[in-house]
């Protein structure tokens, strides 16, 4: 089992990853300090309850918990304030009180919503991560959490640390191929913000990476843990050096709502938008070989690099505007300065981004 801890003094926790943690998952509560007389709610989704809600609940009950869950409909459209109240709702009905916890069994969605319902349940209870896709990785980590507005994504939330991250690699193996693709565009993006030789080791073993090989993902996932634990521990609430994590989101999350969350996966969004952070760097200066080996290495894993015609600028333009990161008329964009290296770029011209935009389309659709 592999161990990485988030440094947050007092409120520091551990992220554990290996195989068959869900099992013991009821005895890792216990530890952790979660008191038997207090209700825990899991928090799961359509595709992933069938396969595991039944392994979790079994294991906390074997320890002498009461557990009540909360299933939602699968999909970026569950990140929403009506569902939201829909699990808040449950947790009520069920009893839960200031010494309960919500468990999230699921992917970045589930996370987030959950998460969002452990931070304001009686202004916030215990939480616990339990990812099972590649790409929750990244979002359970680092204590974001949020619901989405129909006109901006992740608009309404909170920073809210979990206890701790259980991360069984055997939740992966179901995974289909493009979810996985869209999983490693968030691996990936931790090297190419802060650690070069990892970035181009996720291209020289995509085909391992892609194929759910054990050694090589249980590496990749701790790497890519450990590069955002590192980052969260030294600026928790993204007052400065935290912001780096968002490479390739401003595009990403325009892509992701003009298109109803739901054409794209959000991997495939961030890696168009990595692509256009490195034409974006092109544009400011950086060396053109930045945007050849970012291509490079998201077409190693599968993923896109081109925005289809189909998408307004305008729109896309738009969306951007309501983005958390848009300020007085500027744009803050993460740019890469080298493969492993970025800065954080806070005057940013609307029509610079606008001609990346362009050029982004100009090669065609990715599919």
Not at 34 to 54: C, H, K, N, Q, T
Not at 62 to 74: C, F, K, N, R
Not at 277 to 292: C, Q, T, V, W
Request: with cysteine; hydrophobic share 45%; proline share 4%.
């Amino acid at each position: 089992m592999r161990s990485i801890t988030v440094d947050l003094g007092e409120r520091s926790y551990p992220i554990l990853i290996g195989s068959g943690l869900l099992q013991g998952i009821g005895e890792r509560c216990r530890e952790a300090g979660l008191p038997l007389r207090s209700p825990l709610l899991v928090v799961s989704d359509s595709e992933v309850a069938p396969r595991y809600l039944g392994v979790v609940e079994a294991s906390l009950r074997g320890q002498g918990y009461t557990v009540a869950s909360h299933v939602i409909p699968s999909g970026e459209a569950s990140k929403s304030l009506a569902v939201y109240e829909e699990v808040i709702t449950t947790a009520i009905q069920a009893g839960l009180d200031r010494s309960s916890a919500v468990l999230a069994l699921g992917g970045g969605v589930v996370g987030d919503l959950a998460g969002y319902v452990a931070a304001t349940y009686m202004r916030g209870i215990g939480f616990v991560q339990i990812p099972t896709t590649i790409l929750a990785h990244d979002s359970s980590v680092g204590g974001k959490v949020a619901v989405n507005h129909p006109l901006a994504k992740n608009m309404i939330g909170a920073f809210y640390q979990p206890s701790m991250v259980l991360y069984d690699l055997d939740t992966l193996r179901t995974l289909p191929p493009r979810e996985v693709s869209s999983g490693l565009a968030e691996v990936v993006k931790h090297g190419l913000i802060l650690d070069k030789e990892f970035a181009y080791w996720c291209r020289e073993h995509a085909s391992e990476l892609l194929a759910l090989d054990a050694e090589a993902l249980g590496y990749a996932l701790e790497r890519g843990c450990a590069i955002k634990a590192r980052v969260v521990g030294t600026d928790e609430r993204e007052n400065g050096l935290r912001a780096i994590l968002n490479l390739g989101h401003t595009i990403g999350h325009a892509i992701e709502a003009v298109g109803g969350y739901g054409v794209f996966l959000h991997g495939e969004a961030i890696s168009i938008g990595m692509a256009g952070s490195a034409l974006l760097a092109a544009k400011l200066g950086r060396d053109h070989s930045i945007y050849e080996d970012t291509v490079s290495m998201l077409s190693a894993l599968s993923l896109p690099v081109r925005l289809p015609a189909a998408y307004s600028e305008d729109e896309l333009m738009e969306a951007m505007m309501h983005d958390k990161k848009f300020k007085e008329g500027k744009m803050t964009f993460i740019v890469p300065d080298s493969i492993g290296a970025v800065s954080i770029v806070n005057d940013v011209q609307q029509s610079d981004v606008r001609e990346v935009i362009a050029q982004l389309k100009k090669e065609g659709s990715p599919w």
